[in-house]
């Protein structure tokens, strides 16, 4: 590839994805809808925007620290002040029972309808566990339920991506080996990975009150920094551990975020305006590699998985999940129609579906073009019907 054909793809790339984010709040929509059929669309009609085209083996990695950097950045909003009593036990419930039913259901459901052997129904569970605030955050942001829900499910897409990611890379190494899943040596690696996650969350946050307290650095500097530490502890966790710089990337923000010796200034230091500009490069560039025939052969028993996750699964853990607290029926209703698919679940598909199909495993190319689609509905319904069911159930905050 030439530079110069180098330049019109980068250029077009960000092009669209600003366009699509402008458009998107023209006609008051979430920008997701408007992101993912645009970088699908240009990808059916054009290579000049393949990301491995453009940037080869360094797309995955860039799309790894990326991601982190938005956990962080969802990081920095999560008060844990608020995250107590009933609040912290929902959250808690969301993940510990959301993340082996949803995997589970989603596995169960992928051999019959999509086809696929039991290995790849595992990988494609555990790819759709995630929800993510790169959607849920901005559907919130055009809903405005009562705090408490917004809050509860902040903390459940903050949270669950990076345990999402992690448990992906545990169960790809487990298929690639043929080994058993869930043996205790998957338990294990899984166990490690999270460990190091922790790990490199707790010394990232020391680094970063040195540069931030200690060595004072003034505003732009000190921002600078943040961002640099970071990507830099986030490819060692990834280095050492698949996916553990994600964990690290939230433990990080939430360090900066609650802890008093950090003294952070009302505004954030990785803006929006960055945030938003990665998650829309990242939704162009991943959409722009699903090929139209790859979703035509997999359309309707996609549709039909998203049937069952978004009208017996999620309600069905939502109910669990919130059953013996004092949310109202609304507010627990709310929360059991609200379950979209982001980025992460779209790194994790792109990264591991190409090498399990390189590897034999049967199904494993229907990964991706699945995944894509149920990120598509997902947040398609969601973000059409949300703000009418919330308003319906009585849980839309009182306007200031």
């Known amino acids: 590839m030439t530079t110069d054909q180098l330049l019109f793809g980068l250029g077009l790339t960000v092009a669209l994805a600003v366009g699509s984010q402008l458009l998107a709040s023209w006609l008051r929509i979430p920008a997701l809808i408007v992101l993912l059929p645009t970088g699908f669309v240009a990808g059916a009609l054009t290579d000049d925007i393949d990301p491995h085209r453009l940037l080869g083996a360094t797309f995955e990695p860039l799309v790894s620290l990326s991601v982190a950097l938005i956990l962080y950045d969802s990081g920095l909003g999560l008060d844990m002040r608020k995250l107590r009593g009933d609040t912290r036990r929902i959250v808690v419930r969301l993940i510990v029972l959301g993340v082996p039913l949803t995997m589970a259901c989603t596995a169960l459901l992928a051999v019959p309808l999509l086809g696929m052997s039991a290995g790849a129904a595992v990988m494609l569970g555990a790819i759709l566990v995630v929800s993510g605030p790169t959607v849920v955050g901005p559907l919130l942001g055009f809903v405005r339920p009562a705090e408490r829900v917004g809050r509860i499910l902040l903390w459940e897409g903050s ?10 890379a545990v169960v790809f190494g487990g298929v690639v080996q043929r080994a058993r899943l869930g043996s205790g040596e998957h338990v294990l690696q899984f166990v490690l990975s999270i460990g190091v996650g922790l790990g490199g969350g707790v010394i990232g946050a020391g680094l970063l009150w040195l540069l931030m307290r200690r060595l004072r650095f003034g505003e732009v500097l000190a921002s600078t920094a943040q961002l640099a530490v970071v990507v830099v ?6 280095i050492a551990r698949d996916d553990a710089g994600l964990l690290a990337a939230v433990i990080m923000g939430l360090a900066v975020a609650n802890l008093k010796s950090f003294d952070l200034p009302e ?3 990785v803006s929006e305006t960055l945030v938003q500009l990665i998650i829309g490069l990242l939704f162009i560039s991943i959409s722009a590699t699903i090929t139209p025939r790859s979703v035509a052969d997999v359309a309707l028993p996609a549709l039909g998985l998203v049937a069952a996750l978004v009208l017996i699964v999620r309600p069905l853990l939502a109910y669990l999940s919130t059953r013996g607290t004092d949310l109202t029926t609304g507010e627990w209703c709310f929360i059991g129609w609200m379950d979209p698919r982001g980025i992460v679940a779209a790194a994790t598909a792109s990264t591991f579906s190409v090498q399990l199909a390189a590897q034999g495993i049967g199904g494993a190319a229907k990964i991706l073009p699945v995944a894509f ?4 509905a997902t947040v398609t319904l969601y973000g059409l019907t949300a703000t009418p069911v919330a308003r319906r159930l009585h849980v839309v905050r009182a306007a200031s």
Request: charged content about 15%; some cysteine; aromatic content about 0%.
């Open 159 to 168: 949270l669950v991506d990076p345990i999402g990611g992690i448990l992906g």
């Open 373 to 376: 689609l149920v990120i598509v």
């Open 267 to 269: 505004h954030r230091p």
């Open 233 to 238: 502890v986030a490819a060692a966790c990834d």
